[in-house]
């Protein structure tokens, strides 16, 4: 008897001595990451396995995976190879219930006891699951001192805001990402919110191995920007002749995006600016009022739905009246509330202006109509608009220069562009900001289109109040007329035609002149945004494949303007197709392509393995040609 309790004697303390081991890490803070879709709840650390336990938040019914080469990687480049998964399969793909939330683990070798913090990452392919600086010591994290540069600014309640300046001129931007280093993305985008560029303003950023990195754009006046990194996103203001200094936390801007941090105690500012209206700056950077009114059409959908005209214009003006009041309660500057308001007015007349759509709309989404039922009643509904349906918009701050600060100007100017005759009326005047902004947005679309300014366009362009419009626009002018030179100098893209060939094998006889290569088949268009994009992002890709037995065929329409087309496929390499209305709509109808961009990836032998209506990523592209090509 006393040889069996000792034996268990031995056991307990064996089972405690184990337990003691143990390190367990509740919720580990972490400085940045690429992805929301999965979050460490706990490490569970032994003498034995490293053990994550993950919660996965992604869309109901979509998968994710977890690749085999996953590992964890200390500070001193020490990796820690992924052994293996528990209630999720390496390599297959995760589908995610009807919650969008799921759990799993992914156990790892142990990690030595003074290890205080480590990356996760899937490796180097594009799209890979990336978390840097997973904390293992919260205290310690928690005691960090900011940097020097994090200066918060005390809030001036009676700031007024300063009338923006207009003149054409460089901004500058120096920017520093705190807690940057090796392994963590070394490239992000500016995004000029300015209604002329908005939609193809992209400007490419390098990082610098201290975390640094600097910008300069041409701006005509004070510009809302957004920089954009995997791991963080910070909006800014810009002006021409002035230096916006920013320092940016991703640490902060990660837990505020985080479902299992999001409640935790803030480790500092998302951001701190130093320049050009700096403390304004930070007002706008910390704000959580919610005052884009227009970012989601579909959360108005259930309340709008098969109402009458004036009660959707009561529900809108109401949403107004409410978040204008939260506005004012606000412990802000009256800087700060003048930009806040000004963005509420702009995406209040954006769901004023394009209400009677948005009706439409929402009665095919709340009755669950079908592709065929929606068209349909899209196109056989008219709903009539009461006479005075839009006077609301004179109460509404739309046209005035605290409209340049807000970032959703450029959308209430694109918008407008297709209301203006009624905003003359409704507003009775043609002058101001907004008009003046409209009117230099003609000629930038004529040169977006590959069309040089003429004559008669230029001279026009010196009634505009402001220089400075003519004066961007000039340059881009000078710098459209440069490219077309270029362009009659390149070479990597060929024009073809189709021949006489019945619409039936239309389709097939272009992919029957490249049988036996590997296709890309793109359906796009000039004027379709996403679409351009994608050709930009896609050339690393074909250059990385350029030996690869692939050829790219690019399809379009007569809505893309034979000019605009010719001047834009030089930067386009492949071969490109433009069809008659006729022959586009067909092949449209009978490929059932619902929108453009739409993909079809071709075996050598004429078969289509894969289509996806929206550019999926170079990852995935990549992924499927080269699963074809082998």
Same mark, same amino acid.
């Given at each position: 008897m006393k040889k069996i309790t000792w034996i268990i004697c031995l056991l307990l303390c064996a089972a405690c001595t184990m337990q003691a081991k143990e390190r367990v890490i509740e919720r580990p803070p972490f400085i940045a990451w690429n992805s929301t879709s999965i979050e460490i709840d706990k490490l569970v650390i032994s003498?034995?396995?490293?053990?994550?336990?993950?919660?996965?938040?992604?869309?109901?019914?979509?998968w994710i995976k977890i690749a085999k080469g996953s590992f964890l990687a200390d500070p001193d480049g020490q990796l820690y190879p992924i052994r293996r998964g528990i209630g999720i399969t390496l390599d297959e793909e995760f589908w995610m219930p009807e919650s969008g939330e799921a759990e799993f683990q992914l156990v790892f070798p142990p990690l030595p006891e003074n290890v205080t913090w480590v990356d996760f990452s899937e490796g180097d392919t594009e799209g890979a699951f990336k978390i840097w600086g997973i904390q293992l010591d919260k205290k310690a994290f928690y005691k960090r001192d900011l940097p020097k540069e994090a200066i918060v600014h005390k809030i001036n309640k009676e700031a007024t805001l300063p009338v923006p300046e207009f003149a054409y001129g460089k901004a500058t931007v120096k920017g520093k990402i705190m807690d940057y280093r090796e392994g963590m993305?070394?490239?992000? $985008?500016?995004?000029?919110?300015?209604?002329? $560029?908005?939609?193809?303003?992209?400007?490419?950023?390098?990082?610098?191995?201290?975390?640094? #990195?600097?910008?300069?754009?041409?701006?005509?006046?004070?510009?809302?920007?957004? #920089?954009?990194?995997?791991?963080?996103?910070?909006?800014?203001?810009?002006?021409?002749?002035?230096?916006?200094?920013?320092?940016?936390?991703?640490?902060?801007?990660?837990r505020q995006q985080s479902q299992l941090h999001k409640n935790a105690k803030p480790y500092g500012k998302k951001a701190y600016f130093e320049g050009y209206l700096a403390a304004l700056q930070q007002e706008l950077s910390d704000n959580t009022i919610k005052t884009n009114l227009a970012a989601n059409p579909r959360s108005h959908f259930d309340r709008i739905a098969d109402k009458d005209a004036n009660s959707v214009k009561e529900y809108f003006t109401e949403l107004r009246r409410n978040t204008l009041q939260e506005i004012e309660k606000a412990d802000m500057s009256r800087a700060a509330k003048e930009v806040l308001a000004a963005n509420t007015d702009n995406t209040t007349a954006i769901n004023i202006l394009m209400a009677d759509d948005m009706m439409k709309q929402a009665h095919m989404f709340t009755q669950k109509l079908n592709r065929e039922q929606a068209n349909e009643y899209y196109r056989d509904t008219r709903i009539e608009m009461p006479e005075d349906f839009y006077s609301v918009l004179k109460e509404l701050s739309i046209n005035t220069p605290a409209n340049l600060y807000t970032p959703e100007f450029a959308y209430i100017a694109l918008v407008a562009r297709r209301y203006q005759e009624l905003l003359q009326k409704t507003l009775g005047t043609s002058e101001g900001v907004l008009f003046q902004t409209m009117e230099a947005l003609k000629y930038y679309r004529s040169i977006e289109d590959f069309t040089p300014l003429t004559a008669e366009q230029k001279a026009t362009l010196d009634a505009l109040p402001e220089p400075a419009y003519k004066e961007l626009l000039t340059a881009l002018n000078n710098e459209l007329l440069r490219k077309i030179e270029e362009n009659k100098k390149k070479s990597g893209f060929t024009v073809n035609e189709v021949g006489e060939v019945s619409n039936e094998e239309l389709f097939s006889s272009i992919l029957a002149k490249y049988k036996g290569h590997v296709l890309l088949v793109d359906f796009w268009a000039t004027w379709c945004g996403p679409c351009r994009m994608a050709n930009k992002t896609m050339i690393p890709m074909k250059e990385e494949l350029k030996d690869k037995d692939i050829i790219y065929v690019y399809i379009t329409g007569e809505t893309s303007p034979k000019g605009v087309w010719e001047n834009m496929i030089p930067d386009i390499h492949g071969e490109h197709f433009r069809l008659t209305n006729e022959q586009y709509n067909y092949l449209r109808t009978n490929l059932k392509i619902e929108g453009v961009p739409t993909y079809f990836v071709v075996d050598r032998e004429g078969k289509t393995t894969y289509r996806s209506t929206g550019f999926p990523g170079t990852g995935t592209m990549k992924e499927q040609l080269l699963k074809v090509l082998n």
């Open positions: 003498d034995t396995a490293t053990v994550a336990y993950i919660k996965a938040f992604y869309r109901p019914k979509f993305p070394q490239a992000g $985008r500016l995004h000029l919110l300015e209604p002329l $560029r908005w939609t193809s303003s992209l400007q490419e950023i390098n990082i610098h191995e201290d975390g640094t #990195f600097e910008v300069e754009i041409d701006v005509i006046t004070t510009t809302p920007a957004i #920089f954009s990194f995997p791991f963080a996103q910070v909006s800014c203001l810009l002006a021409p002749g002035k230096e916006t200094k920013v320092l940016i936390n991703p640490a902060e801007y990660c």
